[in-house]
């Protein structure tokens, strides 16, 4: 059985430390409020407030997002992206998106517009991945795709977009996705991306200019050429 790596982020951090900051956040928080009681309590109001509003709110919900996704390499098995609900499935592929190098960013809630993950390639080139949990014997429709298309442009400015599932496609749904710019990741790709390693767009055959440009920087094919 392969072992879970542990959590990066905020969730890595002991729970002492949690404890200590708190207490030197409420010791200071006294002091102010003794010393500058006015003050003191238009800052915090100011903060309630801030955070009750949609920016606070969401930039609360990109924070608690970031916490989740594990540092460093990761690898899912098939077994253990059956066993998450959608939210972390979503943390799942957002973690492998940057474990390929990409800038990805966890943006899936209500509302989303089709969007569970936004992504900014080496090109530059922005992309919409959603993803969809379902069970093995599951197929995403040609609805979905639809949907997908109708929003990955207009909505996110995005170049091309991405749907990741854990079942499969229908033929009416890999039919429409190419003829729309849209990439399909089924089981099978999954297991080759989550669990083997091969990068996303290798898998997807999606060029990528950035990592050509790496490739063929001075001195970079004598490099690696001379490996071996």
């Known amino acids: 059985m392969r072992r879970r790596r542990s ?81 972390a499935f979503e943390l799942a592929v957002c973690s492998l998106l940057r474990r390929d190098g990409l800038t990805a960013e966890h943006v899936g809630r209500a509302g989303d517009k089709g969007a569970d993950v936004l992504v900014v390639d080496r090109s530059r080139r ?18 979905d795709v639809q949907r997908v298309n109708g929003t990955y442009r207009h909505d996110h400015g ?3 977009a991405v749907i990741v599932t854990t079942g499969g496609f229908t033929a009416a749904a890999r039919a429409s996705g190419p003829r729309y710019g849209i990439h399909l990741v089924d089981r099978g790709a999954l297991e080759r991306w989550a669990d083997l390693g091969e990068p996303l767009y290798r898998i997807l055959r999606i060029p990528d200019e950035g990592e050509r440009r790496r490739r063929w920087a001075p001195g970079t094919w004598r490099r690696e050429n001379s490996l071996g």
């Open 7 to 87: 959590q990066g982020g905020w969730a890595a951090i002991p729970w002492w430390v949690w404890g200590t900051g708190a207490l030197a956040v409420v010791s200071g928080l006294w002091q102010a409020a003794e010393q500058w009681p006015a003050r003191t309590g238009i800052a915090l109001t100011a903060v309630a407030v801030g955070l009750g509003l949609k920016p606070g709110r969401l930039a609360v919900q990109r924070w608690t997002g970031r916490s989740a996704l594990p540092a460093g390499p990761v690898r899912y098995s098939l077994a253990h992206l059956d066993a998450l609900d959608p939210r």
């Open 126 to 143: 922005r992309v919409v991945v959603q993803c969809k949990r379902l069970r093995p014997d599951r197929r995403v429709g040609d609805q």
């Open 158 to 160: 995005a170049h091309f």
